[in-house]
């Protein structure tokens, strides 16, 4: 029998579809710009995962690409999401490390206020790469921070946004983002990858998470913690056979999604999403 | 020295284990810290904040640990970057610049403490951002006539700070004579205490300067000056007209101002010696083409020739001829000696004021200068001018290179 409370967010995604993406510059320790990406079987996998999560029950928003940033398939990456219970939807733009995704910014901020909602900024010289180092879990934002992202930033977005930030340091360049490290899968779950954490970020998630599913290396390498869940079922890039079965065994519906051709750029199924559903007004913090 | 600086961290650094982790950090780093200031937020949401005071043992560990702390987002306070502004006209620095001296001194740029690239005193502190990160923007001194329009320079004195030369550990024999300078100390000792320093200076790839005054030639010093750049220890030489006349005078003709260097008496004629040798040189056209062409054979400017010693001879109003390469424009002289003084440890002032000034003035405070000289007022006058590294001794400059050039066995 499921005892799973589902997460009060994550049924409807923005989506980018993957017209002008390749591996076209090195910014993580996966892209080689050596080994091409068919694009047709990019398209395929792409509308496949977005196939799988309307199947699931999440809504599908879809947003225009642009040619001249290629990464802007990775939607997770956008921005945090905020809809602030009744009042107007807030948006914080990502502000990113490496230059050639820096041209993303003002096309998400754009799309977000032509949809109505309020665009708040970091500071300039922050880094901070939106949902990708900024995932919520009982009302409180795990931000990570080293590769992408700044520390300080946390705080800023904190006060932006109105809710608690916890830091985590990445500490393994292959794990750049925090959503390759941590998945929320319910009110008391996530899938954890210790690996990418110093001794301080897992104390963190040890506090933090009542039921923690940790990763071994091996598993965490595959990004099947980079994974969509959508209500009970768990989309995910790669599915390590014990990571399945323990996640049917709670109740979760499992659904593997080759997204390979995104693998090649370092991203799988929850970098080429973005909740648009987050609220961190609503849902309610752990006691302090 | 042990070196403090203050670091402020703010956000949820409880909850995160930032503040700790930030402890640790400075533990681990060998440094200590004392808690200035914590303010615990008192809801979740409400952000906490901490400023700690850091003592590291130097400054190089400090800065270690600043990059360190800056990526948990602890950042130093208390500092802000140095103002800039930009020079509106070639030669002409924004008024209110900062004045240098000769220490060690770094600005702060874009959060940064930056290390001046070549410390002079009475420049201003011009900024380069040239350069991408990690290296980031250099800064370094510029002279007054040669800042250009649109350089960005330091104004003010907010984010500068200069170091005073570190003192070697134990007692030296320079430092206790540094109290005062007197004719009365033992000089055997204070030359084999040279000789050390240019040893150490020459077996750790420094090099050595020599400012000679005339004085060296006519107190029959200058075979002394020639065995050591001969035998390599002096690797660039400053003087003026006089000094190298006279040692191409000494060797051409074996007078210095028409006395015979050799007797010590007046030669017949010996007046003009000087301008006759000024005169051959100049129908040479340079001193390496004297030389080359066999017109002398010895001397310390014979020996700067056949060793490719580098010498600038800056020119005086008062100088006869002057011989064709002395630099007649005392800027564009200045400018010759600041491209020379780059790596030198050790530099000697010898029987000379103006020079010995002039030099004093352009080098940082971190190379070693010893000031020679009969007259103790001159190596009081080069302290007194700010070349507070300056170690005088006050003696007869011609015994004395003899013994230097004995103990250093040249």
Redesign the interface.
Known sequence: VSDITALPWGRRYLMCPPTHFGVLYEINPWMHTEVAVDRDRAHGQWEGLMATLRAAGAEVVVVEPDDSVPDMVFTANAGVVNLRGEGPPQFVPSHFRFPERQGETEIFAAWFASQGFAVDRLRPELAHEGAGDALPFLGTLLSGYRFRSDQPAATELSRLIGAPVRSLELVDPRLYHVDITFCPLDDRRALCAPMGWDDYGRRVVEALVPEPLWLTDDEALTFCANSVVVGSTVVMPVTPPRVGRQLEAWGFDVVTCDVGEFLKAGGGCRCLTLSLDVDLETTTGPAP | MPVVETFEV???IV????L??VLDLVLEAGADYRMVAVDIGR???D?SRAVLEVTATDDAAIGRLTEQLR???A?PVGTEDAVLALADQDGVLPAGFYSTTNLATEARIDGRWVAVANPEMDCGLVVERGRPPPEGPTVRTVPMHRVRAGDEVVVGNDGVRVRAPEKPRGVSTFEFMDSEVSSEKPKALLVRNLADRMRMARDTGGRTLAVCGPAVVHTGGAPEVARLVRSGWVHVLFAGNGFAAHDLESNALGTSLGVSVAEGAPTDGGHSNHLRVINEVRRHGSITAAVEAGYVDGGVMFECVTRDVPFVLAGSIRDDGPLPDVITDVVAAADRMRELVGGVAVALMLATTLHAIATGNILPAAVETYCVDINQAVVTKLADRGSHQAHGIVTDVGPFLRQLADELGA
């Open positions: 703010e956000g949820h909850d995160s284990l930032i700790a982790k809801t979740s949401v952000p990526v948990h987002g950042n």
